[in-house]
């Protein structure tokens, strides 16, 4: 199979802190990884794709500087949330992807919640 | 601007009979299709994918149909178990390239109950 980790699952911290966020592919080397978020009954939105040591890119209306993603290596990649507030409280999910034409696979997902 | 539509929120199934589940998209340049299961607390699982120059793919009980012509396409689940109820979600994406390379366009899903 393809299996993706997500960790922490849920998290719950006061305003201001930095959060991070990990994805993990389990037992596939993964040369681009995606981080979605989804608002309440919304679809997943696509927040930035990641390539394995290059530069993320974000898709528009997300701010780079708040929302860091970082893909050291070909099975893990992280998204930090920085100062974060109340209104970055949201579910995200990251995927990974083998290559070009392969399915993305979903790790669980992260409940954020900012006090 | 909702580029892949699941106009119906919900469906339900008799165990047995077969399920249909519907999707729609405006994007012409999409040309790679897929259906993701999704239960709750989980993240989504891939079930099935289909490119643009196939209109049919088949694994074991799920049939994805895509017709390009009237950018629709469609998973028929056959025979459904109760099991597969779930959230039922198809993505898009254009996977010629540029910055967007990969970038899935998700429907809104469907709520897939199966009933014993």
């Known amino acids: 199979g393809a299996v993706v980790s997500q960790h922490p699952s849920r998290v719950i911290c006061k305003s201001g802190t930095s959060v991070k966020i990990e994805c993990r592919s389990l037992?596939?080397?993964?040369?681009?990884m995606f981080w979605y978020r989804q608002f309440p009954k919304k679809s997943l939105m696509l927040m930035a794709t990641s390539n394995e040591g290059s530069k993320a890119t974000y898709e528009q209306g997300v701010e780079k500087d708040k929302f860091l993603i970082n893909h050291a290596s070909l099975t893990l990649s992280t998204l930090t949330v920085t100062s974060a507030h109340p209104e970055d409280s949201s579910f995200y999910i990251c995927s990974a992807r083998r290559e070009v034409g392969q399915p993305q696979h979903f790790g669980d997902g992260t409940r954020l919640s900012i006090l | 601007d909702q580029q892949v539509k699941q106009n119906s929120p919900s469906l339900s199934v008799q165990e047995g009979r077969i399920s249909i589940l519907n999707c729609d998209y405006t994007?012409?340049?999409?040309?790679?299709f897929l259906w993701y299961k999704k239960y709750p607390a989980e993240g989504p699982t891939f079930l099935i994918s289909?490119?643009?120059?196939?209109d049919k793919n088949e694994d074991g009980r799920f049939t994805v149909f895509l017709n390009k012509s009237a950018k629709h396409l469609s998973l028929h689940i056959v025979p459904s178990q109760p099991g597969d109820s779930a959230v039922y979600f198809c993505?898009?994406?254009?996977?010629?390239?540029?910055?967007?390379?990969?970038?899935?366009?998700f429907g809104q899903g469907t709520i897939l109950t199966v009933h014993p």
């Open positions: 289909i490119s643009s120059i196939k």
């Open positions: 037992d596939f080397q993964a040369t681009t």
């Open positions: 993505a898009a994406s254009a996977d010629a390239g540029g910055t967007s390379y990969g970038k899935l366009t």
């Open positions: 994007n012409s340049m999409f040309d790679y």
